[in-house]
């Protein structure tokens, strides 16, 4: 999506949609924008992946590496069927590393148009292309199906995910309800290098059945999105502990579940807080951070922003006068104060931004007295609340 992207980019974006209310709808569409894009397409077709138009075959005349090309970008059922084209064709699919999106899998309802979803089904179509692939898994993509109900398939699933090492997965639950708990077999993903969690009650990392802490859990991961989950602080510590080589954090649509969001890493270079509500986002020791991208999700409660060690620190943004409270080191900084301590300054910062209401005169003091502890700002956004 354009706010996790940007998370590789030196600017900020402008936060998208506009916090506050939010429905059902408006809380699917932030989601869904946030999953990144499968490598298959339904736009792809078995038909134009082999037509000659009547002329020589030349597609199958090409190298075995070319030809799994192919098949890893169309979409599974069309990927599959390529077997029955010719003894060319046989064994490319069940040797090339699967590339799996569920709504692919989605029946056309015929004539009438639109879809025929049932949710039995498409798990029955998942669990069939799970189970006769051999692996690897190279992307999963389960994102259009209603998981309530369905956790023997579920638990199904992350067993052949464990067992044929899968690499990027996005597994999310189709609302509703909340509190369909995620099993904790999904920690024993050591193969993962990209993680996206939709709509879960996360699995309680202090029990006996998670594995024990320690950068065996998911020692390959680099990018870990948790969107509109459940989960407690000892959770997201336990995920980051046992990430050495996780680079991006993403918590999107967090409603104050984690209510404390402490972040230290060894590894970690961009952090992305969206559209959510904590009560405090907690910089303790990330040496090799660069970019800390904030936005709530209007007032219910203000967000306290401490700055621990984060040496490398570059772009911050959207540091908000009226919702968030900020703290650099051990210094709460108030509106008003025209000094700053030498220990209370961020001079690593170049990009930052700020939202503030330049009606309110509490608001303007708080603004001045952010921009005071960042001295060698080169580009300044300011955002102006209405």
């Known amino acids: 999506s354009r706010h996790c992207s940007a998370l590789h980019s030196r600017s900020l974006p402008l936060p998208s949609p506009s916090p506050g209310a939010m429905g059902l709808n408006d809380i699917l569409a932030a989601l869904y924008s946030c999953l990144p894009e499968t490598p298959s397409s339904p736009a792809a077709s078995l038909t134009a992946a082999t037509s000659n138009n009547g002329g020589e075959d030349r597609i199958s005349a090409l190298p075995d590496d070319i030809l799994r090309g192919v098949v890893s970008r169309l979409p599974a059922k069309d990927a599959a069927r390529t077997a029955a084209l010719s003894p060319r064709w046989r064994g490319l699919w069940r040797s090339t590393p699967l590339v799996l999106e569920d709504s692919h899998l989605i029946r056309p309802a015929g004539q009438r148009g639109g879809f025929e979803f049932d949710s039995?089904?498409?798990?029955?179509?998942?669990?069939?292309?799970?189970?006769?692939?051999?692996?690897?898994?190279?992307?999963?993509?389960?994102?259009?199906?209603?998981?309530?109900?369905?956790?023997?398939?579920?638990?199904?699933?992350?067993?052949?995910?464990?067992?044929?090492?899968?690499?990027?997965?996005?597994?999310?639950?189709?609302?509703?309800?909340?509190?369909?708990?995620?099993?904790?077999?999904i920690l024993r993903c050591a193969s993962l290098r990209r993680l996206y969690l939709g709509v879960w009650h996360f699995p309680d990392t202090s029990r006996a059945s998670a594995p024990p802490r320690g950068p065996g859990v998911f020692p390959r991961l680099q990018e870990l999105g948790i969107c509109h989950t459940i989960m407690q602080e000892r959770d997201l510590e336990y995920l980051l502990a046992c990430s050495p080589e996780l680079k991006t954090f993403a918590l999107i649509l967090s409603y104050a579940a984690p209510s404390l969001v402490p972040i230290s890493s060894s590894s970690l270079c961009c952090v992305l807080v969206?559209?959510?509500?904590?009560?405090?986002?907690?910089?303790?020791?990330?040496?090799?951070?660069?970019?800390?991208?904030?936005?709530s999700i209007g007032t219910i409660h203000t967000t306290k922003v401490k700055i621990g060690h984060a040496p490398e620190l570059t772009v911050l943004g959207y540091l908000e006068t009226a919702n968030h409270v900020l703290q650099i080191g051990?210094?709460?900084?108030?509106?008003?104060?025209?000094?700053?301590?030498?220990?209370?300054?961020?001079?690593?910062?170049?990009?930052?931004?700020?939202?503030?209401?330049?009606?309110?005169?509490?608001?303007?003091?708080?603004?001045?007295?952010?921009?005071?502890?960042?001295?060698q700002v080169e580009t300044l956004h300011v955002m102006v609340s209405l």
């Open 120 to 185: 039995s089904a498409l798990a029955g179509a998942v669990s069939r292309v799970l189970a006769s692939h051999p692996g690897p898994f190279r992307w999963v993509h389960i994102s259009s199906n209603f998981m309530a109900g369905q956790e023997e398939a579920l638990a199904k699933w992350l067993r052949l995910l464990v067992a044929k090492g899968v690499e990027s997965l996005v597994l999310v639950n189709r609302p509703w309800p909340l509190d369909v708990a995620l099993p904790a077999s």
């Open 274 to 295: 969206w559209l959510s509500m904590p009560y405090e986002v907690d910089v303790v020791a990330a040496p090799r951070l660069q970019r800390l991208i904030l936005q």
């Open 330 to 375: 051990n210094t709460i900084i108030k509106a008003g104060v025209t000094k700053v301590a030498p220990n209370a300054v961020v001079p690593s910062v170049k990009v930052l931004a700020l939202k503030v209401d330049f009606g309110v005169a509490e608001e303007v003091k708080t603004l001045l007295s952010f921009l005071r502890c960042f001295p």
